[in-house]
């Protein structure tokens, strides 16, 4: 039987003394591909946080599957960055960062460290720009480092939030068919406003709004939406910009 790459069972936590979760409990499978929806405030991001180790949960617990430590079992694109772009590094350099959970502080890297970093460009396209600066690149490119960053390790899981933010309409497709065919190989969690988007992309969808109702598909109604009380903002694509709003009198 598979066994989970992460668990998470009966998580609660939050910030100074105000719950953003409560009793949310997931699994995630070598195979899965989960799109995260949920209202802005409804504690996507932090359950990112408490996957990653970044935040200790109030109760509940976290299970890692081998390796306990989540740097060396996961990779994460973050939605913002405090990367200082006015650091003299280059764009080999930040994705080199991304082998620190395997590699240490103090081990020089090696060869293939340097080999791994060049293929994780390939893939998100932009090895031409190895040696750049980081402070030379636009929003979209940088976007693009930081995903190679996530991907440099070999992941068995892949964490995004929200990874389209600051791309251009072609790297989006071409995000969302690379990470089609990195599910072969890895898990990924995805977290997106985009719902219309990424479900002709993902395999099941967790809805998160201070709980979490996971839902073991791609298609999800109105009327399912409401039960998990997840209310999102359903943007669509189309010749004019427009939102669709819930029905109000």
């Known amino acids: ?71 060396t079992l996961m990779g994460y694109l973050p939605q913002h960055t405090d990367l200082d772009r006015s650091f003299p590094i280059s764009v080999e350099e930040v994705v080199l960062s991304g082998l620190l959970p395997r590699k240490g502080f103090f081990t020089p890297y090696r060869k293939e460290h340097r080999l791994a970093a060049q293929s994780a460009l390939e893939k998100t396209g932009i090895n031409h720009l190895l040696h750049r600066a980081i402070g030379e690149l636009s929003g979209g490119q940088l976007q693009r480092v930081l995903l190679a960053r996530a991907l440099v390790g070999s992941p068995r899981l892949l964490i995004l939030d ?15 068919e690379l990470l089609k065919e990195l599910n072969r190989n890895m898990a990924i969690l995805m977290v997106s406003h985009d719902v219309g ?51 109000h009198s």
């Open 1 to 71: 039987m598979m066994k989970p790459l992460v668990r998470l069972e009966n998580i609660t936590a939050g910030y100074n003394g105000e719950a953003v979760l409560e009793g949310v409990r997931l699994e995630i499978f070598p195979d899965d591909f989960i799109g995260v929806i949920g209202p802005n405030g409804g504690g996507k991001t932090t359950l990112l946080k408490v996957m990653l180790g970044l935040i200790k949960p109030w109760s509940g617990s976290v299970e890692y599957a081998g390796d306990p430590m989540p740097g």
């Open 162 to 176: 929200e990874p389209v933010t600051y791309v251009d309409n072609r790297f989006e497709g071409e995000l969302y």
């Open 197 to 247: 988007t990424i479900t002709s992309y993902i395999k099941t969808i967790a809805c998160v709004n201070r709980t979490l109702h996971y839902h073991p598909s791609n298609k999800i109604s109105e009327q399912q939406l409401a039960a998990y009380n997840c209310p999102i903002q359903i943007i669509t694509h189309g010749t004019v910009p427009h939102t669709v709003l819930k029905k």
